[in-house]
């Protein structure tokens, strides 16, 4: 089967069916072609129905279509690219093993965990008041495992630095050991990847598994919450583990005891070790943890503008580390330095952080009261310069800011004709070249309208 | 010329939302971001009709054309009823997530989509989310998903200005095979709603009217026919 015949179909079945049919549904296909068989992966159960249903009869027609050649056509949930084949099975044969990774062969287990990220060590973790206490005892810890607290229970609340700190103590103790098996991963992944193993009856290499690994980071175990298998299972490897003296470190958004859904056994156990908990971080703190990342990242930050963006916001890092990103962008989009005025630029939509309705009636008023006038006068038929000049600008503010139509715009003005608008519009551009003052008063308006 | 079956293929045309048919106005920079940069993550938001989904869908063309998989899926969409639509994403290349605001305040959606955040991201996959209002406005429920829908480099969509919007609705008109002077265009911005939904709708009418009176766009047949 020639390896463009996939391709063709793909391009006829993009000009048959709607652009978002053919984005939602056909384009997550993964297409493995395999002498005359077709092999199409889908990424879940529901992409796969969906293609049943809907498309594979098409698909058929179209790949059958030149005649000659046969080609047969199979549809699975799976990725080829996400986990690679292990190199001790035996050689590509049954498809499951290769490609099903919905429920087939055993996943190979050093691919279990999450690689660590190597950019969150001691060495980039900014300490402050707010974390000290959990970093002194990561640190310990790292020094440690398997002696110093065990479980170390990290909680606080999110986007504080908890799953940076979890990953600075496995890069550690890697960096101590390299041949340490240390594993991360999100609670969910343990759930998921026992649950696949209970499908494919490979429960006791999961049991293996998890209990032989130096050091296990699960990261936001509150949602065990509810799930009472995972946490049985949770339990004994929680127990093995600290048993063989191997280091169990866990995150959670509160207190061990306060988890609703957490069995009464698992919460009194999380807490033998050493619960500790990060607080939101300080203004200074705050600061240094942007001009952190900055560094990580090759710019340069000057000190106001770290101080500008941690005032503004306080939650959580990743909101301030959001903020800067985007200043990085623009800066990097533009060629510019990163100055106060390029970063209040930058930052302009995203610290407003609401969506600026600006109506005719809020211009109206605006406009009254700079100009100390009524509204009522913006709507009279009043014709005197001091009265019919406001009347303009808010016109054209009217114009600029709002989507609203010019008949609109005129009725909200004591019903007055398009073309009225329109001559206030052409009339404002006007005096904003000519004449300072009315630029000036423009460009305030915009600014109190719009922030 | 123009019988009834050839409006089909009509409406497949003009449906075609590529990056080179974006009008930018002023998202020069989000567009660079998101054809140059290397964000893991982008949260795009803005007004109803402002280009989302045209972006969305063309980024998704766009991998295509690199031999990446993606995937598009508004969240709005009746289709798309169950959160399980998330699993296994991150064996794709790219996901683009449009109308998140569907699913905010949704328990097991919000759930689902915390996890694929943080699978997207342990798996270095790229995502792309469009919603009508900014993170911290969209009434999440789960903190630990809000604050992961924060953490990406966030755009408001900026809305065009009279003059793109004049060149956005004579392209789309030309897309259709409508002529769309500069008089008429001009005529429409003065006299009608200027919001990109109400314009979309607009044209959309006057395409069908003119189809059907077989007369071109002028302005007595825009004024006679609104």
Same mark, same amino acid.
């Given at each position: 089967?020639?390896?463009?015949?996939?391709?063709?179909?793909?391009?006829?079945?993009?000009?048959?069916?709607?652009?978002?049919?053919?984005?939602?549904?056909?384009? *997550?296909?993964?297409?493995?072609?395999?002498?005359?068989?077709?092999?199409?992966?889908?990424?879940?159960?529901?992409?796969?129905?969906?293609?049943?249903?809907?498309?594979?009869?098409?698909?058929? @027609?179209?790949?059958?279509? /030149?005649?000659?050649?046969?080609?047969?056509?199979?549809?699975?949930?799976?990725?080829?690219?996400?986990?690679?084949?292990?190199?001790?099975?035996?050689?590509?044969?049954?498809?499951?093993?290769? %490609?099903?990774?919905?429920?087939?062969?055993?996943?190979?287990?050093?691919?279990?965990?999450?690689?660590?990220?190597?950019?969150?060590?001691?060495?980039?973790?900014?300490?402050?008041?707010?974390?000290?206490?959990?970093?002194?005892?990561?640190?310990?810890?790292?020094?440690?495992?398997?002696?110093?607290?065990?479980?170390?229970?990290?909680?606080?609340?999110?986007?504080?630095?908890?799953?940076?700190?979890?990953?600075?103590?496995?890069?550690?103790?890697?960096?101590?050991?390299?041949?340490?098996?240390?594993?991360?991963?999100?609670?969910?992944?343990?759930?998921? /990847?026992?649950?696949?193993?209970?499908?494919?009856?490979?429960?006791?290499?999961?049991?293996?598994?998890?209990?032989?690994?130096?050091?296990?980071?699960?990261?936001?175990? $509150? %949602?065990?919450?509810?799930?009472?298998?995972?946490?049985?299972?949770? %339990?004994?490897?929680?127990?093995?583990?600290?048993?063989?003296?191997?280091?169990?470190? +866990?995150?959670?958004?509160?207190?061990?005891?306060?988890?609703?859904? +957490?069995?009464?056994?698992?919460?009194?156990?999380?807490?033998?070790?050493? *619960?500790?908990?990060?607080?939101?971080?300080?203004?200074?703190?705050?600061?240094? =943890? +942007?001009?952190?990342?900055?560094?990580?990242?090759?710019?340069?930050?000057? $000190?106001?503008?770290?101080?500008?963006?941690?005032?503004?916001?306080?939650?959580?890092?990743?909101? +301030?580390?959001?903020?800067?990103?985007?200043?990085?962008?623009?800066? $990097?989009?533009?060629?510019?330095?990163?100055?106060?005025?390029?970063?209040?630029?930058?930052?302009?939509?995203?610290?407003?952080?609401? /969506?600026?309705?600006?109506?005719?009636?809020? =211009?109206?008023?605006?406009?009254?009261?700079?100009?100390?006038?009524?509204?009522?006068?913006?709507?009279?038929?009043?014709?005197?310069?001091?009265?019919?000049?406001?009347?303009?600008?808010?016109?054209?503010?009217?114009?600029?800011?709002?989507?609203?139509?010019?008949?609109? =715009?005129?009725?909200?003005?004591?019903?007055?004709?398009?073309?009225?608008?329109?001559?206030?519009?052409?009339?404002?551009?006007?005096?904003?070249?000519?004449?300072?003052?009315?630029? @000036?008063?423009?460009?305030?308006?915009?600014?109190?309208?719009?922030? | 010329?123009?019988?009834?079956?050839?409006?089909?293929?009509?409406?497949? !045309?003009?449906?075609?939302?590529?990056?080179?048919?974006?009008?930018?106005?002023?998202?020069?920079?989000?567009?660079?971001?998101?054809?140059?940069?290397?964000?893991?993550?982008?949260?795009?938001?803005?007004?109803?009709?402002?280009?989302?989904?045209?972006?969305?869908?063309?980024?998704? &063309?766009?991998?295509?054309?690199?031999?990446?998989?993606?995937?598009?899926?508004?969240?709005? &969409?009746?289709?798309?009823?169950?959160?399980?639509?998330?699993?296994?994403?991150?064996?794709?290349?790219?996901?683009?997530?449009?109308?998140?605001? &569907?699913?905010?305040?949704?328990?097991?959606?919000?759930?689902?989509?915390? &996890?694929?955040?943080?699978?997207?991201?342990?798996?270095?996959?790229?995502?792309?989310?469009?919603?009508?209002?900014?993170?911290?406005?969209?009434?999440?429920?789960?903190?630990?998903?809000?604050?992961?829908?924060?953490?990406?480099?966030?755009?408001? !969509?900026?809305?065009?200005?009279?003059?793109?919007?004049?060149?956005?609705?004579?392209?789309?008109?030309?897309?259709?095979?409508?002529?769309?002077?500069?008089?008429?265009?001009?005529?429409?911005?003065?006299?009608?709603?200027?919001?990109?939904?109400?314009?979309?709708?607009?044209?959309?009418?006057?395409?069908?009217?003119?189809?059907?009176?077989?007369?071109?766009?002028?302005?007595?047949?825009?004024?006679?026919?609104?």
């Amino acid at each position: 089967m020639s390896q463009s015949l996939w391709d063709k179909c793909l391009g006829r079945l993009e000009s048959e069916l709607t652009q978002q049919q053919f984005n939602t549904w056909i384009r *997550p296909l993964h297409a493995v072609e395999e002498g005359d068989q077709l092999r199409l992966l889908a990424p879940n159960r529901f992409v796969r129905d969906r293609i049943h249903e809907n498309f594979l009869q098409r698909i058929s @027609e179209i790949m059958g279509g /030149d005649g000659d050649t046969m080609v047969r056509i199979s549809l699975e949930i799976g990725s080829s690219s996400i986990e690679a084949p292990v190199p001790q099975q035996s050689p590509v044969r049954s498809p499951a093993q290769t %490609f099903n990774h919905g429920g087939g062969a055993p996943a190979p287990s050093q691919n279990r965990g999450i690689t660590l990220n190597p950019n969150y060590t001691f060495a980039t973790f900014v300490e402050g008041k707010s974390n000290q206490l959990a970093r002194a005892a990561s640190s310990q810890v790292a020094e440690n495992p398997g002696e110093a607290y065990n479980p170390l229970f990290l909680y606080g609340g999110v986007g504080l630095g908890k799953t940076h700190l979890m990953h600075a103590i496995g890069n550690r103790i890697r960096e101590k050991n390299p041949n340490a098996n240390v594993v991360y991963l999100h609670s969910e992944r343990f759930v998921a /990847d026992m649950v696949k193993a209970l499908q494919r009856n490979a429960i006791n290499e999961f049991k293996m598994y998890y209990r032989s690994v130096d050091a296990l980071l699960i990261d936001d175990i $509150q %949602f065990f919450a509810g799930k009472e298998r995972s946490q049985e299972e949770f %339990f004994h490897t929680f127990n093995a583990l600290l048993e063989g003296q191997r280091q169990v470190i +866990l995150t959670c958004d509160r207190y061990p005891k306060e988890v609703d859904g +957490l069995e009464e056994r698992l919460k009194s156990r999380f807490g033998w070790g050493l *619960p500790v908990a990060i607080e939101p971080p300080e203004l200074e703190t705050r600061v240094a =943890i +942007l001009q952190s990342k900055a560094t990580l990242s090759h710019v340069d930050l000057p $000190q106001e503008v770290a101080f500008f963006i941690a005032k503004r916001l306080r939650s959580n890092i990743r909101e +301030l580390e959001g903020a800067l990103r985007r200043v990085i962008a623009n800066a $990097q989009f533009t060629g510019r330095p990163i100055t106060m005025e390029f970063a209040k630029d930058a930052l302009r939509d995203l610290l407003a952080l609401q /969506d600026k309705l600006v109506t005719i009636d809020n =211009i109206q008023k605006t406009v009254a009261e700079y100009y100390k006038i009524r509204v009522a006068e913006l709507h009279s038929k009043r014709r005197n310069r001091s009265i019919a000049r406001p009347r303009q600008v808010a016109m054209a503010l009217c114009k600029e800011l709002t989507n609203h139509s010019l008949p609109e =715009i005129g009725d909200a003005f004591g019903g007055r004709d398009h073309t009225t608008v329109l001559h206030a519009v052409k009339k404002i551009a006007e005096l904003k070249e000519t004449e300072t003052k009315i630029g @000036e008063d423009y460009a305030n308006l915009i600014r109190t309208l719009s922030s | 010329m123009a019988s009834l079956q050839q409006l089909p293929l009509a409406l497949q !045309l003009r449906d075609s939302a590529l990056l080179e048919n974006f009008i930018i106005g002023g998202n020069e920079n989000l567009l660079y971001n998101l054809c140059n940069g290397s964000e893991q993550y982008i949260y795009l938001w803005g007004e109803q009709a402002c280009g989302k989904s045209h972006l969305l869908q063309a980024l998704c &063309h766009r991998a295509g054309i690199h031999g990446l998989t993606s995937a598009y899926l508004p969240l709005g &969409h009746a289709e798309l009823n169950e959160p399980d639509i998330l699993d296994g994403l991150e064996s794709l290349d790219l996901i683009c997530l449009d109308e998140l605001e &569907h699913i905010a305040g949704d328990p097991d959606w919000e759930v689902a989509l915390f &996890h694929l955040i943080n699978r997207l991201r342990d798996a270095g996959k790229r995502l792309v989310i469009a919603a009508r209002h900014a993170p911290g406005k969209l009434g999440i429920g789960l903190p630990d998903l809000e604050s992961r829908l924060n953490w990406g480099v966030i755009y408001q !969509l900026a809305t065009l200005g009279d003059a793109d919007k004049l060149i956005f609705l004579q392209e789309r008109a030309a897309q259709r095979g409508l002529q769309l002077g500069n008089d008429v265009a001009e005529f429409l911005l003065k006299r009608y709603p200027r919001d990109m939904a109400s314009l979309f709708e607009l044209l959309d009418r006057l395409d069908k009217a003119s189809l059907a009176a077989q007369r071109k766009l002028t302005i007595p047949f825009v004024r006679e026919f609104l």
